[in-house]
């Protein structure tokens, strides 16, 4: 445990396990549940004292379930920890713009191929520059296509199937998408003009922060099954696209969070922080923000579907075959920050909940229904991202993780250095630099995001998958290295 946590800190906290620790109920005033934060002992010696807190204010909200549960990637974040798991009641709970992020459905997804390693490097620097070139990032970056006001209704209330519809994509894509890239409910009617405005550009847009386009290569499988269920082999191609529903989203956290804000007051709920603004989830407020905010998650869903598409062209035109010949199948694809309305065994009864799931991946067991046909027996792909100089990860789901943690498992590494000081300390063309002589080719819009995002102001995206897979949430099938990486 770090100084700056300090002992007193440690020594409140229960360790279940080797992986669990639990937040004690009276850490704070109003805890309903404890805290379940599952990180190793290093791990835990690097988080914040104020990501601890927000385990424990999450816990004081009606109607949670359980745990308020911190994944091993977790830290500080706006209400919820990033990283921060939790479920309420469908009826007693509430539902949280803190819980989902402005970033709605931040995702990411992995498209295998037939090429190995060896057809990509010596081609590596102009497929990524023609990647660049090819796939709008940035702040305030723009699409090349547009869509009417009409298309972008579609676009929230049918997901992916519209992208498929015109001409984005195959059907197989579909299918390999979590919750067939839609979920039914979402209501346009809910979604401000201003949000309207910010979306309808920039549909197929990378965008900034931590959001990349990665071309990498299977460096390790660790189970063969799984991996034969999911396609992938050593020295194998793949690539991993991470974004989400870029300014539409933004803005209809932005506008429902102004809402939800005085919807606490007049429910009388009582928050410890002001962040957690809520609403009793069947209550308008809640109902409203939930719609609107399944608007933006099927836009996402979208958004990095035309960004595909798009890759799929490139890759077309570097190794002159047809992406159905080059292997460019959509492994799968999983959202990161969302609630959604599931069904999930509570104290032996099935109990519906809504789930907030704030960086962190869905992970449901096999045998799950809504899990795709052919991943059924084996078990969703958990996919966690590297940082753009560290090792990706594939994964498993087990039927453990729907006891530990309401089916979700981690979404990434998690920062451990903050943004502006990341750019104080590093240089972005050095960082480049360096990754350059690992084989690693780097693009961005300025020096500046690549310092923000070098891989050292990460944890280690190996310590934080062997938690996950030690704990039996999620286990590893596959390790990939980068090769190439995109970022806004």
Same mark, same amino acid.
């Given at each position: ?64 379930? %359980? ?5 091993? &990637?977790?830290? =500080?974040?706006?209400? #919820?920890?990033? +990283?921060?798991?939790? !479920?309420? /009641? ?51 970056? %723009? ?5 009417? &006001?009409?298309? =972008?209704?579609?676009? #929230?209330?049918? +997901?992916?199937?519209? !992208?498929? /519809? ?68 050593? +020295? ?253």
């Amino acid at each position: 445990m770090s100084e700056e946590n300090g002992s007193s800190v440690f020594n409140v906290l229960k360790r279940i396990s080797d992986n669990i620790w639990e937040v004690p109920m009276d850490y704070m005033p109003g805890m309903r549940v404890p805290g379940r934060i599952f990180v190793s002992e290093h791990l835990l010696g690097i988080l914040e004292k104020e990501t601890i807190d927000q385990v424990a204010n999450v816990a004081t909200l009606p109607g949670i379930l %359980k745990y308020s549960m911190a994944m091993p &990637d977790a830290h =500080l974040g706006y209400g #919820f920890s990033i +990283g921060g798991v939790a !479920a309420f /009641d469908k009826e007693t709970g509430i539902i949280s713009p803190g819980g989902v992020g402005f970033d709605i459905n931040c995702g990411v997804r992995l498209i295998r191929t037939n090429l190995s390693e060896n057809d990509v490097r010596p081609k590596l620097s102009k497929l990524v520059d023609d990647l660049f070139e090819a796939i709008p990032t940035g702040v305030g970056s %723009k699409s090349r296509i547009r869509v009417s &006001d009409s298309e =972008l209704d579609e676009i #929230f209330v049918n +997901g992916v199937q519209w !992208a498929v /519809d015109n001409g984005y994509g195959v059907k197989a894509d579909v299918d390999n998408c979590e919750s067939a890239g839609k979920i039914s409910g979402a209501d346009p009617s809910k979604v401000s003009i201003k949000a309207r405005k910010r979306g309808r550009p920039q549909l197929g847009t990378l965008g900034s922060g931590n959001h990349f386009l990665e071309v990498q290569y299977v460096d390790k499988i660790y189970d063969e099954e799984a991996a034969s269920a999911f396609g992938l082999r050593e +020295g194998q191609i793949t690539f991993m696209i991470h974004c989400g529903s870029r300014g539409a989203g933004h803005q209809i956290c932005t506008d429902h969070l102004q809402v939800l804000t005085q919807a606490s007051k007049k429910y009388n709920i009582t928050l410890p922080d002001k962040q957690l603004a809520c609403a009793p989830a069947q209550s308008p407020e809640a109902q409203d923000y939930f719609k609107a905010m399944l608007c933006a998650a099927n836009y996402a869903w979208v958004n990095r579907h035309v960004i595909m598409h798009w890759t799929r062209e490139v890759f077309e035109k570097t190794f002159a075959e047809e992406f159905g010949d080059l292997g460019m199948h959509l492994v799968y694809d999983v959202a990161h920050n969302i609630a959604k309305l599931e069904e999930h065994n509570v104290d032996g009864k099935k109990t519906e909940v809504y789930v907030h799931r704030k960086g962190a991946t869905r992970a449901f067991a096999p045998g799950h229904p809504d899990l795709p046909e052919a991943y059924r027996a084996i078990g969703q792909p958990v996919i966690i991202p590297g940082s753009m100089g560290t090792a990706s990860y594939v994964l498993r789901s087990t039927k453990e993780s729907m006891d530990i943690s309401f089916g979700s498992a981690c979404h990434g590494a998690g920062r451990v250095m903050s943004r502006k000081s990341a750019k104080s300390e590093l240089h972005g063309e050095q960082v480049r630099e360096e990754l350059s002589m690992k084989g690693i080719q780097v693009r961005a819009s300025q020096p500046s995001l690549i310092a923000e995002e070098a891989p050292e102001v990460y944890k280690s995206s190996s310590e934080v998958v062997d938690v996950v897979h030690e704990l039996g949430i999620a286990t590893k099938v596959a390790r990939l290295l980068p090769m190439g990486v995109i970022k806004g």
